[in-house]
């Protein structure tokens, strides 16, 4: 939405009016100097999770000297982004760790303006979704394992929101094993264990 005024200050007001809200973010399309009259026009919007992610991840791309789209939005306490183009391969990396990483960042400086947002999950050109495909087939190889072999069993290190993703697998398709992560970065793994015969000791409830 653009503001016009004679001063950044006075279209700053007139957003903000708009808006009804003190917190706003903006920027300066023109400005105009008159011998009678001075002109600026600034486009303003509302200051929320889903802009200033938005805003970062988008100078994080121009940074790297790429271009793309970048496409965020609250879903519940969760705030998706996604970004597509046509060579972010550089924002994917190795099997994803870069993702992880961007995620890890961006989670940082968006939870620590808006503590509401439970979850920041980012998406390059796809690749997660791909991924998804890939451990949902891993995670049922690894239940039927456990159910044949009626005893607990592990699953290579991986990515946070790798684990996050089998987690929510588990819980929501195997309602006869539970998931535990166990261990330290970067070879934090998953153990998949019949329900009700998992370890106790010092292992705690966290599943990330």
Excluded: C
Aim: hydrophobic share 35%; proline share 4%.
């Amino acid at each position: 939405m653009e503001f016009m005024g004679e001063t950044v200050e006075q279209a700053i007001e007139k957003a903000k009016h708009y808006f009804g809200k003190e917190e706003i973010e903006y920027e300066i399309v023109s400005e105009k100097k008159g011998l009678l009259r001075n002109e600026v026009i600034i486009r303003a919007w509302v200051v929320s999770p889903e802009s200033v992610a938005k805003q970062l991840v988008e100078s994080i791309v121009k940074a790297l000297g790429k271009s793309g789209s970048v496409y965020a939005e609250m879903i519940g306490d969760e705030l998706r982004i996604s970004l597509d183009g046509d060579d972010l391969g550089i924002l994917i990396g190795k099997h994803g760790s870069f993702i992880d990483t961007l995620e890890g960042f961006v989670r940082y400086i968006i939870r620590s303006r808006f503590p509401e947002v439970a979850h920041v999950d980012i998406d390059v050109m796809g690749y997660k979704q791909r991924r998804l495909t890939q451990l949902e087939d891993k995670v049922k190889n690894m239940v039927d394992k456990v159910r044949r072999l009626k005893k607990p069993s592990m699953m290579p290190p991986m990515l946070r929101w790798e684990r996050r993703e089998v987690h929510r697998i588990v819980g929501e398709k195997y309602p006869d094993v539970e998931s535990k992560s166990l261990g330290n970065e970067p070879n934090r793994r998953i153990q998949i264990t019949p329900k009700g015969r998992g370890e106790r000791r010092g292992e705690g409830n966290e599943q990330t």
